[in-house]
């Protein structure tokens, strides 16, 4: 099965819609989404923005790549210490 992708604009217009009082089932049916996909995206960002959306996602890569900068010291931090410990 093909699976679509949304744009943040698309995924926060359903869930307004959804808001404003437009029935879920309805909702589901335009968009072309499932039950469980809308109410994931509406855990996720309910309440937010466009620009809160994008600023979440920019947020969340940025801590993934410092996440992995830690990780990759730590690694070398460990490793260097386990030469010192066999030198002496």
Request: hydrophobic residues 45%.
């Amino acid at each position: 099965m093909k699976k679509k992708r949304f744009s943040v604009e698309q995924m926060v217009g359903v869930l307004k819609q959804a808001e404003v009082g437009v029935p879920v089932a309805e909702v589901i049916r335009k968009a072309g989404i499932s039950e469980q996909t809308f109410y994931r995206w509406k855990a996720k960002y309910a309440g937010l923005e466009v620009d809160q959306v994008r600023q979440m996602a920019q947020l969340q890569e940025e801590n993934l790549r410092l996440k992995k900068l830690v990780a990759e010291l730590v690694l070398d931090k460990t490793m260097l210490q386990d030469v010192l410990s066999k030198q002496w």
